[in-house]
């Protein structure tokens, strides 16, 4: 006869349960970082760092001081020995032309006050014998002054045959060779001051208001100069087609810029705070992204995922929190799970 037992309580039962399956586990299989020696690396602190978020606008690299070299008088250029990049000083002869045309009407008019002068000096002997009245010594006195201001002029418009240069600069681009004629209006070089460069870029609507006169921005030429500049003018009025204010930044030191290249400036819109590590703690593999935390001494392999890049520091968006240390040097000979001797 076979004895019946009593259904177990279901409590007891979920009991029963977890312990055998507790005692079935196997043991953890340790990482393949728990058999190497400790590594020695530097461990960061991450923490909350103020960032301030910019918007790159484009705009060109040009001179501060610039000018358009023209001639004032209609000739032909007989003499052009200014080169691109030459230096020029204030006075030198840039371009010579031949006006024949100015030659002419100087000499008439040396002529005519020749002979202005001659009767002037008569009259005035004929005066003082009373032979003439004041009154027509004074009309030959008004020839003669007439006679005077005409050479002056004609001697002043045969000058503008030599333009020279209005101040120290260098030759950016000739827009005229020998034999070219030259009018008045036409552009025959262009002059710039070498060193005193600016960014000249339109900012619309949107940005406008979070710039302003004397402001200290970054400005970035090519791909790895990064310059600062100090905002010395700002449009007051929008350009009626493009909407945008025409901003100019003048750069601190330059070097190795030029005028006519691509930049960016980059316009503040504001603080924020943000996770930001070296660029040395994130390990590639493929298109994943990951970082070794140091847990009780401990390496551990994190997955993470990256955002802006900040000159050598580089956004952590997620896979760190706040307070935890992160490996930022040594970790390429890091695997995970090894002892590490954090060094100052």
């Not at 002869?93 to 100087?106: G, I």
């Not at 009780?296 to 929190?321: F, N």
């Amino acid at each position: 006869m076979k004895t019946a037992f009593p259904p177990l309580p279901r409590w007891l039962a979920i009991v029963c349960a977890v312990c055998f399956g507790l005692g079935c586990r196997p043991d953890p299989v340790p990482t393949p970082g728990a058999f190497l020696s400790p590594a020695r690396v530097t461990v960061q602190t991450v923490e909350w760092t103020p960032y301030v978020g910019t918007e790159e606008v484009v705009g060109t690299v040009r001179a501060q001081r610039r000018t358009v070299v023209e001639s004032k008088v209609m000739g032909r250029i007989v003499s052009l020995e200014s080169r691109l990049g030459q230096a020029v000083r204030t006075g030198d002869l840039l371009v010579q032309l031949e006006a024949p045309e100015l030659l002419a009407r100087r000499e008439q008019a040396r002529v005519v006050l020749e002979q202005s002068a001659r009767e002037r000096d008569r009259f005035q002997g004929l005066v003082q014998q009373k032979t003439v009245s004041p009154q027509e010594f004074d009309v030959v006195e008004s020839r003669w002054r007439v006679a005077t201001a005409a050479l002056a002029e004609a001697e002043t418009m045969l000058g503008y045959a030599r333009v020279v240069a209005p101040f120290d600069a260098a030759v950016s681009r000739k827009l005229a060779e020998v034999g070219d004629l030259a009018t008045p209006g036409r552009p025959l070089l262009e002059l710039e001051v070498p060193g005193e460069l600016r960014l000249e870029a339109d900012v619309g609507e949107a940005l406008i208001e979070r710039l302003q006169p004397q402001q200290t921005v970054s400005v970035r030429v090519g791909r790895d100069t990064v310059l600062t500049g100090k905002i010395a003018e700002i449009a007051p009025a929008a350009d009626p087609v493009s909407r945008t204010f025409l901003v100019k930044v003048d750069l601190t030191n330059p070097a190795g810029v030029r005028s006519g290249q691509f930049g960016r400036l980059a316009v503040p819109l504001g603080a924020s705070p943000i996770l930001r590590v070296p660029t040395t703690a994130v390990l590639r593999r493929g298109q994943l992204e990951f970082v070794m935390i140091a847990v009780e001494g401990t390496a551990r392999l994190r997955l993470a995922r990256t955002g802006r890049v900040l000159g050598d520091a580089v956004e952590l968006i997620s896979g760190v929190e706040p307070g935890e240390r992160v490996v930022v040097g040594g970790v390429a000979s890091v695997v995970d799970g090894q002892k590490l001797e954090v060094t100052p």
